[in-house]
């Protein structure tokens, strides 16, 4: 089972970046769908953004589509989460999730697609 450990987060101003990072126990390009999923206190996981095993693909939540960008490299097994121009209203535990399937089973942006969490990194953004 692969074991996912994301880094990177931390507190900042709005309208600042952060760059988040999921180290993978294993070859990511046996987890062809990855993704960010976050969770703020009392509110439901909500994905992010996820990318295909390539990398050819990306989606994004329309709250983030334009300041986010998801990219993996499988030689490096690593999955990363570029965010810019952050509001307070992205304060979240931000997760890394991977899953076996070749397909979003239950769409790109859906947390019941993926089977395998990490822990989270908590991202605070003040204004």
């Known amino acids: 089972q692969v074991q996912l450990v994301e880094s990177g987060g931390g507190s900042v101003q709005s309208g600042g970046s952060l760059r988040l990072s999921c180290a993978a126990s294993?070859?990511?390009?046996?987890?062809?769908?990855m993704g960010w999923f976050r969770q703020a206190p009392g509110k439901g996981r909500e994905g992010v953004a996820s990318?295909?095993?390539?990398?050819?693909?990306?989606y994004y939540a329309g709250s983030v589509k334009g300041r986010f960008t998801i990219s993996r490299d499988n030689s490096k097994n690593t999955l990363d989460l570029q965010m810019n121009s952050l509001k307070p209203e992205d304060t979240a535990m931000y997760y890394c999730?991977?899953?076996?399937?070749?397909?979003?089973?239950?769409?790109?942006?859906?947390?019941?697609?993926?089977?395998?969490w990490g822990q989270g990194t908590q991202v605070t953004v003040s204004s």
């Open positions: 999730a991977a899953d076996r399937r070749y397909y979003f089973t239950q769409g790109p942006l859906n947390p019941q697609t993926f089977d395998y």
């Open positions: 294993e070859y990511t390009a046996s987890y062809p769908c």
């Open positions: 990318i295909d095993t390539r990398g050819g693909t990306t």
